[in-house]
């Protein structure tokens, strides 16, 4: 199976399948920040936990299969995050800055991590908690209209005359005498 066939299968037909669904563009696109919301959160490997918390807290009020693709969209994000909502922290409790350095990874991946180490953690942590509001408020806003456009251009009636306009099961036939 090609790249393009695999992609089509795992992420395009599930998404037109949603998109086609009845969902509302409100609720795609409340799920789709929140995913990406969740998705930057600054410990790596805890936002699938979190996403399945959200889930479990807003039920209906998120679509489960977008929040969960938006928050797998969003992991280089993250990546690349962790040092800005670790600024953003040290800022806020006007700490010094955090060095970071290979010697300071290698004692957090031994289990050897300092007072230090656990502060500049905690300060990437408030810095993302200050910063979600304003993340989710503003992917909200940006992604509203493009899921209206999506819904409206996917739920539209085909053009083609070779396409029926009412499903199969709807048509009746007639019987003929023969």
Not at 10 to 32: H, I, M, N, Y
């Amino acid at each position: 199976m090609g790249l393009c066939t695999w992609f089509q299968h795992k992420f395009t037909d599930p998404v037109l399948l949603v998109l086609r669904g009845g969902a509302e563009p409100k609720q795609l696109s409340f799920s789709a920040a929140l995913g990406i919301t969740l998705g930057v959160f600054p410990i790596c490997g805890v936002t699938v936990l979190l996403c399945g918390i959200a889930i479990t807290l807003l039920g209906s009020f998120v679509n489960a299969p977008i929040l969960l693709l938006a928050n797998f969209i969003a992991t280089p994000i993250e990546l690349s995050l962790i040092i800005p909502f670790l600024r953003l922290g040290e800022f806020i409790t006007r700490s010094p800055h955090f060095t970071l350095s290979s010697d300071v990874l290698k004692k957090v991946l031994t289990g050897q991590a300092s007072k230090q180490v656990l502060l500049s953690i905690a300060n990437a942590l408030l810095g993302w908690l200050a910063a979600s509001p304003l993340i989710l408020a503003s992917l909200y806003i940006s992604l509203l209209p493009c899921f209206k456009f999506l819904i409206r251009k996917l739920s539209s009636p085909p053009s083609s005359p070779r396409m029926p306009l009412q499903p199969l099961s709807d048509v009746g036939f007639k019987a003929r005498d023969v």
